[in-house]
């Protein structure tokens, strides 16, 4: 036995899109009230201040991380 009621009709997509944005706005708001977002300058994104962006690197006018480089791979032990 299910020990959930059977739903009787099946919900419309826009039914869910609707509450699913409702949970989505509501939980954007709690965000923009618990942190301070700003603009990044280089790609106008939005990013934490008093840090670097993390889309293109830049804090401060300049290059802070390699999002270019990227990482070599370990597949041997140097002795
Ligand atoms: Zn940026």
Sequence with gaps: M???PTPKKQQANSQSSRRYKTFQNKA???????TSLSKC???KEDKLS???C???GFYNGRS???KDKE???VTK???
């Design 2 to 4: 299910s020990k959930r």
């Design 28 to 34: 954007r708001k709690r965000l923009m009230n618990t």
């Design 41 to 43: 300058p280089k790609c």
């Design 50 to 52: 008093h840090t670097a």
């Design 54 to 56: 993390s889309v293109c």
């Design 64 to 66: 802070v991380l390699d």
């Design 71 to 73: 990482m070599d791979k």
């Design 77 to 79: 032990v140097k002795a």
